[in-house]
T-cell receptor, first 114, second 112 residues
Framework: KAGVTQTPRYLIKTRGQQVTLSCSPI?????VSWYQQTPGQGLQFLFE???????NKGNFPGRFSGRQFSNSRSEMNVSTLELGDSALYLC?????????????FGPGTRLTVL | QKEVEQDPGPLSVPEGAIVSLNCTYS??????FMWYRQYSRKGPELLMY????GNKEDGRFTAQVDKSSKYISLFIRDSQPSDSATYLC????????????FGKGITLSVRP
C-alpha cells in the first residue's frame, strides 16, 4: 500500500501571499488530519476531516482552512501568510477502524515565508 | 499548563547506553499512549502504543505507562546510532476517532 503523500515538499512564499498544500491519504483511509510543526511549539493540531466534513478543529486563526474531497484527498489553505507561518505542515491519515486512532504521517511540506 | 509535557532535550548518549524518554500529562481521559519516531526530513512514524497502565516491550524498546502518576516513559536498550531521531509522545481518548495530543518531542543523538 502506498503511504501518505504530500505535495509540494518545499515551498517559499512571501508575506501576504496565500498557499495551498495537498495531501493524499492511504487508500481506504477516510480521516485526514493536518498538523503544524515548529521547533518552538512542536506538533500542533490544525483540523481533521472525515468523509468531507471537518470533525475537529485546533486553535488556529481563520486564515487556516481546509477541505476534503470525495476521494479522501485533502487540501489545506493558508491565506495572508505571516512570517510565523513558516513551519513543517504534516498530514496524517487514519482508517479509524481499530481500537485507537493510529495515524500515518506523510513526509510534510516545508513552508518558508519571507 | 499544557496537556502533555515532554522533556525538551536535546539528548546525546554514547552507543550502547540505555535511554529514558519521558512525558507527563494532565488529562485523565487519555487512555491510549503512543510513541512516534521522526527522522530528519521525514514524517513521524508510530513506534509503539500502550493501552492504559502497564509495560509493553518490542525488541530494544519498552514503553511504560503509570496512569496514577500521569507519567509515561520509553526506554531504549543498547542504543544505536540509527536510533538518532526525534521522539514524540502522543495520547488520545478511548475512541478510535479521538484527537491525538502530542508532546513537543525530544531529539536524541546516539554517538558511535
Amino acid at each position: 500500500k502506498a503511504g501518505v503523500t504530500q505535495t509540494p515538499r518545499y515551498l517559499i512564499k512571501t508575506r501576504g501571499q496565500q498557499v495551498t498544500l495537498s495531501c493524499s491519504p492511504i487508500s481506504g483511509h477516510r480521516s485526514v488530519s493536518w498538523y503544524q510543526q515548529t521547533p518552538g511549539q512542536g506538533l500542533q493540531f490544525l483540523f481533521e476531516y472525515f468523509s468531507e466534513t471537518q470533525r475537529n478543529k485546533g486553535n488556529f486563526p481563520g486564515r487556516f482552512s481546509g477541505r476534503q474531497f470525495s476521494n479522501s484527498r485533502s487540501e489545506m489553505n493558508v491565506s495572508t501568510l505571516e512570517l510565523g507561518d513558516s513551519a513543517l505542515y504534516l498530514c496524517a491519515s487514519s482508517s479509524q477502524t481499530g481500537p485507537y486512532n493510529e495515524q500515518f504521517f506523510g513526509p510534510g511540506t516545508r513552508l518558508t515565508v519571507l | 499548563q499544557k496537556e502533555v509535557e515532554q522533556d525538551p532535550g536535546p539528548l546525546s548518549v554514547p552507543e550502547g547506553a540505555i535511554v529514558s524518554l519521558n512525558c507527563t500529562y494532565s488529562n485523565s481521559a487519555f487512555q491510549y499512549f503512543m510513541w512516534y519516531r521522526q527522522y530528519s526530513r521525514k514524517g513521524p512514524e508510530l513506534l509503539m502504543y500502550t493501552y492504559s497502565s502497564g509495560n509493553k516491550e518490542d525488541g530494544r524498546f519498552t514503553a511504560q505507562v503509570d496512569k496514577s502518576s500521569k507519567y509515561i516513559s520509553l526506554f531504549i536498550r543498547d542504543s544505536q546510532p540509527s536510533d538518532s531521531a526525534t521522539y514524540l509522545c502522543a495520547m488520545s481518548g478511548f475512541k478510535a476517532n479521538s484527537k491525538l495530543t502530542f508532546g513537543k518531542g525530544i531529539t536524541l543523538s546516539v554517538r558511535p
